[in-house]
């Protein structure tokens, strides 16, 4: 097999499993934060004494990839920027809003949301080690994606590749949206990620604590944890039996 063709199977292939990542980089991230705690760790010593302030500086750089997320998803028609997995959907070709910057918005929010994690381990070898593996595999699935993308929409998707960054955004590009933003979809599609966000840093804070981190349990993280994981379950609930969330071309 040549290399184009290998480098794209394996990017599809990663693409169908991109949802166990988070999973992965939890458990070693988790692990890591208990062996520095344990066994300790010149930057832990560091933020020791303020580990609270840490741990929201963390929450703040997921929240801005959450927030990245929420625009792109906001700003799309259907057919596109979805959560498939089976394989790649592109029933058009975004060029606005979030995509008018960068070529993979969707991607740079997931790096923002997975590097606050990782600094939550208070190890900067964890961090590089997170920002080598993030880059290794996604890499490969936005080299697939680009080879679906090119194949279906040639020149139009040449035109815009060839002045938009693949992964660093530049602002100074920026084209507003053609399409209004919409709760709703973002609603229907995005309804886990700020609970799942919180439930994991409630629960590095809880075993920090567990394990002798010097810190007591953040009430405030906890709360947000409770109260995002009532309103997941709610707007469940109302996705799955009622159209309040379905909208026409979204």
Known sequence: ??????????GNWLFRYRSWLPLA????????FVLTIRYGGAFFHCVQPFFHVYECFCLVVSLLGFAVRVYTVGHTPSGTSG???KAQVADCLNTTGAYSVVRHPLYFGNFLMYLGIAMLTCSAGFVLAFVLVFWLYYERIMYAEECFLRRKFGDAWLAWAGVTPAFVPCLRLFRPSLMRFSWRKVVKKEKNGLFALLLVFSLFDAVGY??????????LLLGAAAASGLLYVVLTVVKRHTVWLDEAGR
């Open 210 to 219: 567990a394990v002798g981190g010097g810190h007591a349990l953040s009430v």
């Open 83 to 85: 959560r498939n997995v």
């Open 1 to 10: 097999m040549a290399l184009q063709e290998k480098l794209e199977a394996e």
């Open 25 to 32: 980089l939890l458990v070693a991230g988790l692990s890591v």
